[in-house]
């Protein structure tokens, strides 16, 4: 048990503990496997205190010092952690949820699956195991099936507005388009209406599957998964550890995502709109040869430019490591050493057995 009058101190509130901290700097607080559930620990000295298992659930913690800490096991479900200071911290199979705030934590590196300490090679991850009433888990061939679907329908959106971009560059009066039962003949106008009505379909099933895909990888937690997805190749989800690769990745993200701004060109009357003629524009989109075209234009593209935005900030989602506890890894690593170990005896006593069998026979 936890040394008994290192709680009662602890309980009479911050400013008692942090006085009695100063006063006995030599002293190192033994609160393991403790509960300190939903207390206000709000700037606590918690600096090399062993809480090695305690339940710290949907406490608050922020400002609090754990510098050197030992929070192997504890819960952290639901706590404040907000610009604590997690420097030297370790750990290693303690647990977060989504309710778990930390935001502005120093000596820690934020992952998309928790928080990572470098000075102890340790990991607090999500749990495992996610609410009853949800459909994610950790499953890295899933996330991996939702990536790959989003990629190929954004590559198919990508297509359209790069046809788009013929129309600009070349300038030919129609296009061509096969179809099931022969071809459609284009002008720009009408095509750029068509991409915008496509375009605002596919994204819509983009963001749905990198948004899956990203649920997905809160739960991911072992290095398999994270080198699996981490080298997943597409630009939107792939995450740049370097300064430099990450402000070009971001630039390419941006280009690559927010490519249906092509399709304004065709849909403004550009000197109408730089001579400030409102009345002008309007009788432009009127006289469209789309159909309803001044109504539905206007809102299929600021549905298509907020589409480009959510996509945009998902995959700034996976601009995190995936993160894994190398303490736990090694158990797993251990584990399967010891399971491999008993299906070779067990296999090795069946031939054995079965040799015997064989000699009673002849």
């Not at 981490?230 to 995502?257: C, D, I, T």
């Not at 002008?280 to 009127?286: D, E, I, S």
């Not at 593209?301 to 959510?310: G, S």
């Amino acid at each position: 048990m936890a040394e008994s009058e290192h709680l009662r101190i602890l309980k009479e509130g911050v400013a008692s503990w942090n006085r009695w901290r100063q006063e006995h700097a030599d002293v190192q607080p033994d609160l393991h496997d403790i509960s300190l559930v939903a207390l206000d620990l709000r700037s606590a000295n918690l600096a090399g205190a062993n809480l090695n298992g305690a339940n710290l659930s949907k406490a608050n913690l922020a400002g609090a010092n754990f510098a050197e800490a030992d929070l192997r096991g504890a819960d952290l479900r639901g706590a404040d952690l907000s610009k604590a200071n997690l420097t030297g911290v370790n750990f290693s199979q303690s647990t977060i949820d989504n309710f778990t705030l930390y935001r502005d934590v120093q000596g820690c590196d934020i992952g998309v699956n928790g928080l990572y300490s470098p000075l102890t090679d340790s990991a607090a991850l999500l749990r495992i195991d996610p609410p009853g009433n949800s459909m994610q888990g950790a499953n890295a061939d899933a996330v991996i099936e939702s990536l790959r679907h989003a990629r190929k329908l954004h590559t198919f959106s990508l297509l359209l507005a790069g046809i788009a971009m013929l129309f600009i560059v070349i300038k030919p009066k129609t296009i061509t388009l096969p179809y099931l039962a022969g071809s459609f003949k284009f002008d720009d106008l009408s095509y750029s209406f068509l991409a915008t009505f496509l375009s605002t379909v596919l994204l819509s099933q983009v963001s749905s599957f990198i948004d899956s895909a990203l649920q997905g990888a809160h739960y991911l937690n072992d290095r398999r998964s994270a080198m699996l997805v981490g080298h997943f190749p597409w630009l939107l989800s792939k995450y740049e550890s370097e300064p430099a690769n990450r402000r070009q990745s971001k630039v390419m993200r941006f280009f690559l995502v927010f490519h249906p701004v092509v399709y304004l060109y065709f849909f403004m009357k550009w000197d109408v709109l730089f001579s400030g003629n409102w009345e002008g524009l309007m009788q432009h989109y009127q006289e469209m040869p789309v159909i309803f075209g001044e109504y539905l234009l206007p809102l299929f593209y600021i549905i298509l430019i907020k589409l480009c935005i959510y996509i945009f900030k998902l995959s700034e989602g996976f601009q995190k490591p995936i993160l894994f506890d190398t303490e736990t890894e090694r158990g797993r690593h251990s584990e399967m050493e010891r399971l491999a170990e008993a299906v070779e005896k067990q296999a090795s006593r069946t031939a054995e057995l079965l040799e015997l069998l064989h000699k009673r026979e002849g």
